[in-house]
């Protein structure tokens, strides 16, 4: 009987921890969606790229929240940015120092620290996080992640606003490749992250799953769903 009580009780237990640990993440969610840049933020971006309007550095404000909210939705893992102008726009927000810590701490309970945008190669660790991340925007936008139709916003930004050094993607380019059309002068594929082609495997691609994830702690981040004191992207 006493044994029975305890089980009980460890079962509600656990039950109520993961409700909490689902609760904060979704208000740590709603903050990064409402959260309000700072005034100068896209002026500063367009001084960088002078060729974007303001509605096309509101577009990349929406590229980067899409970045944070997926960093969070996959716990904190290290994640890779895979676009050049969203990358432009991180580091400026970067340099408000202050609002920048405050922001990190209040979305994922620790700092997120900038990495430079890459693509695909031979480094394990980039495209882990660029498997993971390609994984988590297809997600959100209901995109097929093994057979992508379309790509996510944050992977299609560097084409859409015509960004001169940008990495330009296609869904995927297999079948182009198969039939030796490079017409298109497309070297980016959202087809290639789940093969193991670059670094002989496919780490990030679809290791995340919505058991509390977001709050289990991981290699980067801490156990209690932040991310302590050296999360994010690296170093």
């Given at each position: 009987m006493k044994f029975a009580a305890l089980a009980i009780i460890a079962t509600l237990s656990l039950l109520l921890t993961l409700l909490w640990r689902r609760w904060r993440r979704s208000v740590r969610a709603d903050y990064?969606?409402?959260y309000t840049f700072p005034?100068?933020?896209?002026?500063?971006?367009?001084?960088?790229?002078p060729e974007l309007?303001?509605?096309?550095?509101?577009l990349v404000g929406r590229a980067l929240r899409q970045f944070f909210?997926?960093?969070?939705?996959?716990?904190?893992?290290?994640?890779?940015?895979?676009?050049?102008?969203?990358?432009?726009?991180?580091?400026?927000?970067?340099?408000?120092?202050?609002?920048?810590?405050s922001f990190c701490k209040k979305a994922f309970g620790g700092f997120l620290h900038h990495t430079p945008a890459?693509?695909?190669s031979r480094n394990k660790q980039n495209n882990s996080g660029l498997r993971r991340i390609w994984w988590l925007t297809c997600r959100?936008?209901?995109?097929?992640?093994?057979?992508?139709?379309?790509?996510p916003l944050l992977f299609a930004i560097d084409k859409k606003l015509n960004i001169t050094d940008g990495f330009v993607y296609a869904p995927d380019c297999r079948a182009l490749r198969a039939a030796?059309?490079?017409?298109?002068?497309?070297?980016?594929?959202?087809?290639?992250?789940?093969?193991?082609d670059f670094d002989g495997s496919t780490d990030g691609f679809g290791d995340w799953s919505d058991s509390g994830s977001?709050?289990?702690?991981?290699?980067?981040?801490?156990?209690?769903?932040?991310?302590?004191?050296?999360?994010?992207g690296g170093d």
């Open positions: 990064i969606r409402t005034p100068a933020l896209y002026e500063k971006l367009r001084k960088r790229r309007a303001l509605k096309d550095c509101q909210l997926a960093y969070l939705q996959g716990g904190c893992r290290y994640v890779s940015m895979p676009s050049q102008v969203t990358d432009d726009l991180w580091h400026e927000l970067i340099l408000y120092t202050r609002l920048y810590d890459v693509v695909l959100e936008e209901n995109i097929n992640p093994r057979k992508p139709s379309r790509l030796g059309d490079n017409s298109s002068g497309t070297p980016y594929c959202g087809g290639d992250f789940d093969s193991p977001t709050d289990s702690g991981s290699a980067d981040g801490g156990g209690d769903g932040g991310c302590g004191g050296g999360c994010g």
